[in-house]
């Protein structure tokens, strides 16, 4: 009772912020992700063991993250009939805690593991649904490319789809690392009691409908177009909740007018998720 399996980490184009849901990783609103392979995650979970035990890089995970480990095992178990427990490891090729969304490939790969290896064979919709039980936005991990998670108040109906297109491989991701450290968990608790917020959802959906559009019909401009517009008004709403936020560093400032005069050459370049080392989960 032993499989391994990858994933890859994801970038938030339209990123949800908030959750409508906490206890079931249910989102306020829609998010949109592209995948950032070739960097994976690749994770084994091996059953018959006397307690539930992780690993990530060789470290065992912390407190947060081992409760979420847990409750994405404890679903294969009661789906499998299984009653042990499990040894998970985990192994990034890719820095973690840059903005990359590397809770996403892990709670992906954790969720196609322990269902190989509880000898399920569950289907991609499903395998979606239970990789959101340990990160939202692994649910869009699991199915890869441009992906398109859908809220609902049913949790069976909070699953992503993939979104059809034509350039997802001509693509290329640069990360520009800015040295800072927070978890993002605060701010999707507190995201509700900023002003803003209710603005975003009021104007979240027709976002969302233009970048569908823009991904099928291989318009590359304006998805990231869009993406950088999200990545600033996801930062309005943060910095105006009860914490005041700022993840922008001088150095962030520097990147983002470095994209801009890029494009003023014509070099195609937009930037999202213009943020700090932080615990990406949207």
Not at 1 to 28: C, D, E, T, W
Not at 43 to 57: K, L, Q, R, S, W
Not at 116 to 130: I, N, V
Not at 132 to 158: N, Q
Request: charged share 25%; glycine share 6%; with cysteine.
């Amino acid at each position: 009772m032993k499989a391994s399996a990858r994933a890859h980490p994801i970038q938030g184009l339209i990123k949800y912020h908030g959750l409508r849901n906490p206890a079931l990783n249910i989102p306020y609103h829609d998010s949109i992700s592209v995948c950032t392979a070739p960097s994976e995650t690749r994770t084994t979970v091996a059953f018959g063991h006397e307690i539930d035990t992780c690993c990530v890089n060789g470290s065992p995970i912390d407190d947060e993250g081992y409760e979420r480990v847990t409750t994405v095992l404890d679903l294969v178990r009661d789906c499998s009939g299984i009653n042990s427990h499990a040894r998970v490891v985990s192994e990034n090729n890719f820095e973690s805690n840059i903005g990359l969304g590397a809770s996403a490939s892990a709670f992906a790969a954790l969720a196609l593991a322990a269902t190989e290896a509880a000898g399920l064979d569950l289907p991609r919709k499903e395998l979606s649904r239970l990789a959101r039980c340990g990160s939202t936005s692994a649910a869009r991990s699991v199915t890869g490319g441009f992906s398109h998670l859908r809220t609902s108040e049913h949790a069976e109906d909070c699953v992503a789809e993939r979104i059809s297109n034509t350039f997802e491989e001509d693509i290329r991701i640069i990360v520009g690392v800015v040295p800072e450290y927070k978890r993002t968990s605060r701010a999707h608790m507190e995201t509700p009691q900023s002003h803003l917020f209710r603005g975003r959802l009021a104007h979240i959906h027709s976002e969302l409908a233009e970048m569908r559009d823009a991904i099928r019909s291989g318009d590359f401009g304006s998805t990231f177009e869009l993406a950088e517009r999200d990545s600033l008004n996801l930062l309005a709403v943060t910095m105006t909740g009860p914490d005041g936020w700022v993840y922008w560093q001088p150095e962030t400032l520097e990147l983002l007018q470095l994209a801009r005069q890029l494009r003023e050459t014509g070099i195609p370049v937009e930037y999202s998720r213009v943020s700090n080392r932080s615990r990406s989960d949207s």
